[in-house]
């Protein structure tokens, strides 16, 4: 189960429309979160500088450094009654936490591309507050994602 913080005003918004809805990542209301890690992805960016000629790196730099392209968020918690999480997204307490299967959501667990292909840029994971591990995903992105794509394209 995963549960969905919120006040009793929005609750009734997704019991009578029977949605979630997303919101940028920016408006949300800790957008320190997206700026952390657009500040992890250049650092990662700039010790690869060898990896990446300057087609690439003007690519990386509107995708990523320009602060442009967040991605359109619901947040959920594995926690059905954390403190932080009543105080900061039910309402100081007076809301509720709705619990749901993810399962029933039909979207797969892993982190999506910024992509228009709808299967590759929807899915749900946990966030990640390690720095380390943090810094390992980015790397594996962008090894995995970027320089396997380019170097199957110079194949093609």
């Given at each position: 189960?995963?549960?969905?913080?919120?006040s009793l005003?929005?609750?009734?918004?997704i019991?009578?429309?029977k949605?979630?809805?997303?919101?940028?990542a920016?408006?949300?209301?800790?957008?320190?979160?997206?700026?952390?890690?657009?500040?992890l992805?250049?650092?990662?960016?700039?010790?690869?500088?060898?990896?990446f000629?300057?087609e690439?790196?003007?690519?990386?730099?509107?995708?990523?450094?320009?602060?442009?392209?967040?991605?359109?968020?619901?947040?959920?918690?594995?926690?059905?009654?954390?403190?932080?999480?009543?105080?900061?997204?039910?309402?100081?307490g007076?809301g509720?936490?709705i619990?749901?299967n993810?399962?029933?959501?039909?979207?797969?667990?892993w982190?999506?591309?910024?992509?228009?292909?709808?299967?590759?840029s929807?899915?749900?994971f946990?966030?990640?507050?390690?720095?380390?591990?943090q810094?390992?995903?980015i790397?594996?992105?962008?090894?995995?994602?970027?320089?396997?794509?380019?170097?199957?394209?110079?194949?093609?």
């Amino acid at each position: 189960m995963i549960y969905h913080y919120c006040s009793l005003n929005n609750l009734l918004k997704i019991i009578t429309s029977k949605e979630l809805y997303l919101f940028n990542a920016i408006s949300m209301n800790d957008s320190y979160e997206t700026n952390w890690i657009i500040h992890l992805i250049n650092e990662e960016l700039s010790k690869r500088n060898n990896d990446f000629n300057d087609e690439d790196i003007k690519y990386l730099d509107r995708s990523f450094s320009s602060n442009r392209l967040y991605p359109y968020i619901s947040c959920f918690s594995l926690d059905s009654d954390s403190l932080s999480q009543w105080r900061a997204y039910a309402d100081d307490g007076k809301g509720v936490a709705i619990g749901f299967n993810e399962e029933c959501f039909g979207v797969k667990k892993w982190i999506p591309s910024n992509t228009a292909v709808l299967n590759d840029s929807m899915g749900y994971f946990d966030c990640i507050y390690d720095e380390i591990e943090q810094r390992k995903l980015i790397n594996y992105a962008l090894v995995n994602h970027f320089l396997l794509r380019k170097r199957t394209m110079h194949m093609n």
